[in-house]
């Protein structure tokens, strides 16, 4: 009998252990129940539902970094870094997995469309750059701060 208490006590225990989530400071959790987004999760310690709700990202509300290398067309390989943060954390939800794709497709497209600035003004392109990718960026709730590139 002692062992069967001792036992429910420990899955209560663990449960309650389970159902706190605590959230850094410089970050959101998203919480699903049931499969599909419930809520954000602020910065704080909060009490979810054990085995009905579960946390599926956790987004950076700080600066983030992505490099990349690509050769191009015009002979010119070209590595650059992109500065981005998330801005709105609701609406970054949805794509927050892609954003790395998402900012690299979108260096790189940019990057084609203007291939007669490689030789000319290098220091506009960056500025270009950044305005292109914030166009698409802004509407899913991240921004790119900073872009640099370095042609071979």
Known sequence: ????????????????????????ADQVHSLYRRGKPYRLLQPGLHVALPLIDRVEHRIQL?????????????????????????????????????????????????????PEAYASDRRDLSSRLKQSMNGALRERGMMVTRVELEFA
Not at 11 to 17: D, E, S, V
């Open 1 to 24: 009998m002692n062992a069967l208490i001792t036992l429910v006590v420990l899955a209560l225990f663990a449960m309650l252990a389970n159902a706190l989530k605590r959230v850094p």
């Open 62 to 114: 700080s600066g983030q970094v992505l490099r990349f290398e690509e050769p191009l067309p015009n002979a010119h390989d070209v590595r650059g870094t992109v500065y981005w943060q998330v801005l709105e954390p609701e609406r970054a939800d949805a794509v927050i997995e892609q954003a790395d794709q998402l900012i690299r497709g979108g260096a790189l497209a940019a990057l084609r469309q203007e």
